[in-house]
């Protein structure tokens, strides 16, 4: 089991900034990737960026030159900076971590996720 505990969030305006951190404990040695989602109202869960043990990312066009997501690894952390906030990045934001494990020669994986933390950007 890996339990995520995020922070950061609120109400900003619009060209704002914010900061999500995630920490993530217990069952880390298999620990592959970590990264955002967000939800908004009456919408579907969508990827917003993550980023792997490698340190190669994965981020949705939508917050590509406005998001940066930045991992520490040794403090099994991942945080997301997010900079000229539009009213359309409203949403609740999610930490996930992705666990990749080998069982009896079987690859399996299993995803987790943290609490959720609203963001809110007013026009």
């Known amino acids: 089991q890996v339990h995520l505990v995020q922070s950061g969030g609120g109400l900003v305006q619009a060209g704002g900034s914010l900061r999500l951190s995630c920490v993530a404990s217990g069952d880390t040695s298999n620990l592959y990737a970590l990264g955002w989602y967000r939800q908004a109202p009456g919408k579907q869960r969508e990827l917003v960026s993550v980023?792997?043990?490698?340190?190669?990312?994965n981020s949705a066009d939508s917050v590509k030159g406005r998001f940066t997501i930045s991992r520490d690894n040794a403090k099994n952390t991942v945080h997301l900076q997010m900079d000229s906030l539009k009213p359309e990045d409203t949403a609740a934001y999610y930490c996930e971590a992705d666990v990749v494990k080998k069982v009896d020669g079987q690859v399996l994986e299993y995803d987790y996720w943290g609490q959720g933390t609203q963001v809110i950007v007013s026009s």
């Open positions: 980023m792997d043990n490698d340190g190669r990312t």
